[in-house]
């Protein structure tokens, strides 16, 4: 069994845009996401078995997504899980599509996933009471052109996350295979 699941996973400009913004939190009684954690769920499976795995990374082959641009300005609060997030305002039709057809791959294989509607946003903190948001505006451009099959394991140092496979939306090709995970 492996905990899985898909993401959108930032290049490296990207994740130290993000991690200048976290890093506004540390003195606030918080847990600050790992900056090598940094990413934005497109859909959560949870525990998969093996079977399941290699069976769903071959249906996923299949899909037919197109790059796109987003942009991540906006910051908040959700109270009741402690999350504090960063997220784009508007979110672009190509990134509904993408997170559609997994959630129709994953559903037609008899998995689970989270019916709650779509919210695209990166985990900055948990634990989060009551924040002190920064007033002054910020655009982080991304340029996505990849998505991500992720894998979750908890270490006695933390929860790491680590790209088991990851497609390409230019080519429609399968940019990495990971074994070990």
Known sequence: MARLFFALWPNEEVRKELGKISNQFKDENLRLTKNSNLHITL??????????????????????????????????????????????????DALDDLVMQLQSI??????????????????????????????????????????ALVVSRSLNTGVEYHVLQEWNLQNKVLLTTQSGY
């Open 43 to 92: 859909v959560f499976l949870g525990e998969v078995p093996e079977q399941d795995k290699a069976e769903l990374i071959e249906k996923v082959n299949s899909i037919k997504g197109n790059p796109f641009s987003l942009t991540l300005d906006s910051i908040g609060h959700w109270k009741k899980p402690g999350i504090l997030w960063i997220a784009p305002e508007t979110t672009p």
């Open 106 to 147: 994953i559903k037609q294989q008899g998995l689970n996933i989270d019916e709650r509607p779509y919210k695209p946003h990166v985990t900055i903190a948990r634990k989060v009471k009551q924040p002190t948001i920064p007033k002054e505006k910020f655009h982080i451009p991304w340029s996505v052109i990849s998505f």
